[in-house]
């Protein structure tokens, strides 16, 4: 829709042209949706799926914006005329709208939904543009030209359009011969301003300044190299945060070169406030370099083996260690069997305190007596479903058995004992049954304790699989307390897990287990921070 109407307070110049694309719902309940726009010559489409309909509004405001003339110089912006509501907030009864004012070139920018719903091209000033997020701007118009009104409107009154203009008029001849003889008084010297071509000289001259994190780059500070190091940065800060995919080793090295620029700097001058933030530009250097490395799974530096991790988030190592931690405290029964059991139904269960469960999750942990030790958690109090265990045990996916652990269930005042979203608890539940199932335990025949064992040394470890935070090893008592076994146990679970290709170069010494996991099962580590 293109509109024609003039703006108030700029009567000589017309309102920016705009179009609209909407994918909207073909009928109630189904998948079919409407592509439409809101130019009358252009047919509404139907398409059979809301993907689809996305792809065909995106092409069709493509070609809109290819088949219209770039943005018009002289275009009033279509955002103010519109009072700007697509990125000021309506004032509350008590409340004043603040002003905004326009400025930049006229661009033509799109702007769409969050949802992807519409999206909508319009002609509209660049702080307009600038001020809504999700707007990308297709092209950007020229200078204004300056037509006879605009310059009479700025030209001074009583000032004719051509000619020189002088402050007094000649003297005339009668004026002069009645004028008195005596000498008149010399005029004061005025001083005549510079040109521009020598200020344009100057200013050339000047060494160009710069900004780096809010702050500004003095033309004369030394050294030079300095200077020039300090407005390298600013640009290329500038240019990361135009980027559209995040680059975090990039961003350590750039973090980096900040914090010895930013140490120079505060050795020149003095300033305090410099070195803190030389200060923190290092400390932002390395958590965007542990970020990367948790991203890619990158050992540590010099190393170079590359690990995709299972969990690739650093919030869900912690996650998974606080479900670990709060089956230890809170297993209903004794023995490894019963509390490999309790893991595996938290994970299940973890935000609501309900979940589903099928006969073959069960029969596929190493429990002797699966019914009996059921039958036992329901007798506790701690697990209740419908039915009876055989009945549990015969269910299929189709028809799961729902469960129910009571002290996983939110109280009324606050959530659960575990804080993490809905999204998180099918990752974690997933990684466990990768721990616990593995292939190669399950060939060797691996009991309840070891698969046990198995958990918490994936939750133990480093960034390149060392036992521990930095390859120190593991408290022996930590493990057997764990693991629900007398300490004279401990070794045949370990012998059990080196002979199953989870543990290399594993030793017990000053009661502590020191090792590392082989880089076979590395992938289902969770590095200690």
Not at 281 to 291: F, K, R, T, Y
Not at 328 to 353: W, Y
Request: charged residues 25%; contains cysteine; positive net charge.
């Amino acid at each position: 829709m293109t509109v024609e109407a003039t703006a108030g307070g700029a009567e000589d110049r017309r309102v920016g042209r705009e179009w609209m694309v909407r994918v909207d719902a073909a009928d109630r309940g189904g998948a079919a949706v409407r592509v439409s726009c809101s130019r009358p010559a252009c047919a509404p489409q139907l398409l059979p799926s809301a993907a689809a309909g996305r792809t065909a509004a995106v092409a069709h405001i493509k070609a809109h914006l290819q088949a219209a003339a770039g943005p018009r110089p002289e275009a009033y912006c279509v955002c103010k005329a519109e009072e700007c509501r697509l990125h000021i907030r309506p004032a509350g009864p008590r409340d004043r709208t603040p002003p905004w004012r326009c400025g930049g070139p006229v661009v033509l920018a799109v702007v769409t939904d969050r949802q992807g719903r519409w999206w909508r091209a319009m002609e509209c000033c660049a702080r307009c543009a600038a001020a809504q997020p999700l707007a990308k701007i297709v092209a950007t118009a020229g200078p204004a030209p300056v037509t006879a009104a605009h310059a009479a409107a700025r030209r001074p009154a009583g000032v004719a359009a051509t000619g020189p203009q002088f402050s007094h008029a000649a003297p005339s001849a009668a004026s002069a011969s009645s004028a008195p003889s005596a000498s008149p008084a010399p005029a004061a010297p005025r001083r005549v301003p510079a040109s521009r071509s020598a200020k344009a000289a100057k200013a050339k001259r000047r060494p160009r300044g710069g900004k780096i994190a809010q702050r500004i780059v003095p033309h004369d500070l030394h050294p030079v190299a300095l200077r020039e190091e300090l407005m390298e940065l600013g640009d290329l800060f500038r240019a990361y945060q135009q980027r559209t995919e995040p680059d975090l080793a990039e961003l350590a090295e750039l973090h980096t070169r900040k914090a010895k620029a930013f140490t120079t700097w505060a050795e020149v001058t003095g300033d305090t406030g410099l070195r803190l933030d030389a200060e923190r530009a290092e400390q932002a250097a390395a958590a965007a370099l542990i970020q990367h490395q948790y991203r890619t799974g990158l050992s540590p530096v010099g190393e170079g083996q590359v690990t995709s991790r299972l969990l690739t988030a650093p919030t869900h190592w912690e996650h998974a260690r606080s479900i670990l931690a709060h089956v230890a405290d809170n297993t209903p029964l004794p023995g490894p069997e019963a509390r490999l059991m309790v893991v595996m139904l938290t994970l299940r269960s973890a935000l609501t305190g309900t979940g589903n469960l099928v006969g073959q999750d069960v029969r596929g942990l190493p429990l002797t007596g699966p019914e009996e030790l059921i039958d036992r958690l329901v007798e506790s109090g701690w697990l209740s479903f419908p039915g009876t265990a055989d009945d549990l045990l015969d269910s299929r996916p189709e028809s799961p058995t729902p469960i129910t652990i009571p002290s996983l269930m939110p109280d009324d005042d606050g959530p659960g004992p575990f804080d993490f979203g809905r999204k998180t608890r099918p990752k974690l539940s997933g990684w466990a049954q990768r721990v616990v199932g593995d292939k190669k335990l399950r060939k060797k025949k691996t009991g309840a304790a070891t698969r046990l064992l198995a958990l918490g040394l994936a939750v133990r470890t480093s960034t390149d699989g060392g036992l521990g935070a930095e390859g120190e090893g593991i408290d022996l008592a930590t493990l057997t307390s764990w693991c629900a076994v007398e300490p004279g146990e401990l070794d045949s679970l370990v012998e059990q897990l080196t002979v199953a290709d989870w543990l290399e170069e594993a030793a017990t010494a000053d009661g502590r287990l020191t090792g590392r996991l082989t880089e076979r099962v590395l992938p289902l580590s969770c590095p200690l921070p």
